[in-house]
């Protein structure tokens, strides 16, 4: 078997194992494969093994890989992962299934224009700095509240969820909490968090979606 497929085999089975533990009973959890920098060729196996929703981290790379796959392939969900500057708003609501990076009022005044020019409505998640890492996208976790309701309420954005990369080398539990408290703030239901290293916790922390690149793929050499 295709070593990327047997990984997701893997993947699958863990998120499984998670959710069974988690308290309560949350909806399935939603497994984003993260295909950024692996070709079209090396992303075909794990479609035909079952995965149907994939996560790239830029609007160029996946308007090169991505038209001919969803041609080929007519149920699959694609989400924009890495932020997302204003010039590429466009390309991004014609081709995007989901945008994880809605970060600052600006873009939600461009992503308003542009779902109404286009008449498509990618869904959309807030993403939080819950390490306020002063170099790392997203809006700050005191701000979040008032920022998603500014989304709803003056830009007319269907918001759906919250998502965040807590800082590399801390315990990623506190963060996942912290997403998880300031979803139910403001009322949201999805929370997108949890890579190759910490889905496992993130599920048992009340993630809805977790969003796994090398522990499928393989080990990336650039980007
Ligand atoms: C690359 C990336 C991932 C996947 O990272 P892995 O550690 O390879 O699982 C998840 N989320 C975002 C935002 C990414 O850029």
Known sequence: MNQSVERLNAVQAKIA????????????VTLVAVSKTWSADEIRPVIEAG??????????????????????????????LGPLQTNKVRDA????????????????????????????????????????????????????VAFVTRCQDVHGLEIEGLMCIPPAGEDPAPHFDLLAKLADETGLKRRSMGMSGDYETAIRHGASSVRVGSAIFGSRTYA
């Open 93 to 144: 609501v014609a081709l995007f299934d989901v945008i994880e990076t809605v970060d600052r009022e600006k873009l939600a005044a461009e992503l308003s224009r542009e779902i109404r020019k286009q008449g498509r409505a990618p869904r959309l998640y807030v993403q939080v700095n819950t390490g306020r890492e002063p170099q790392k996208a997203g809006i700050d976790p005191d701000e979040t």
């Open 51 to 80: 995965a149907r929703v994939f996560g790239e981290n830029k609007v160029q790379e996946a308007r090169d890989k991505w038209p001919g796959l969803k041609q080929e392939f007519a149920d699959l969900e694609l989400r924009l």
């Open 17 to 28: 194992a998670a959710e069974k533990d988690r308290d309560g009973t949350g909806d399935p």
